[in-house]
């Protein structure tokens, strides 16, 4: 059975481009269909008769082997990826996309390490944990914020973090894969 999914590289920029083109190439070479690349940042869509590990660690395979370098990679089914959407708890944010965004989490956070992070948020942020999950609104910039670098070592996991302008065009080039 084939699904779609959204693949998400952590960490990409910077010193570590995955430029969308050879990345596109690359990935339907490796025999993944209907791909997409949304911007230089770590984006991509594929469909795949693989199980999610089994496609996760093939795709790490071909970066390192293409591209040099090892980075971690989180995927979501179409379904988990418009559930992400759909179950956002800030809709009042969506329409300053900047200031929304999602976390991809490679595991379900303890309780206590949630209500740690929710401490360190300051003025007008604040955050839901849902699952693997992680929404952060962030009324007076991302960048400002000194939540984001904590992250992951409050949490005790992997994250990755997309602006909501990305989550939504992820999930519009998900759904046109997943309708070829």
Known sequence: MN????VLFRGVGGATQL????????????????????I??????LTSDRPEAETAADIA????????FEKDIMLATLNAWSKLVAENPFPEAVDAPTTLHAFMLSDVPAQEAVEALAARTVGRERIVVAGKVLYFHAPDGFGRSKLPPVVDRTLKVVSTARNWNTVRALESLARQAAAQ
Do not use: H, M
């Open 3 to 6: 699904e779609t999914y959204v």
């Open 19 to 38: 430029p969308t083109k050879p990345l596109r190439e690359a990935l339907a070479k490796a025999g993944y269909a209907n791909v997409a690349t949304y």
């Open 40 to 45: 230089n940042s770590g984006n991509a869509v």
């Open 61 to 68: 395979g071909i970066v390192k082997r293409e591209f040099g």
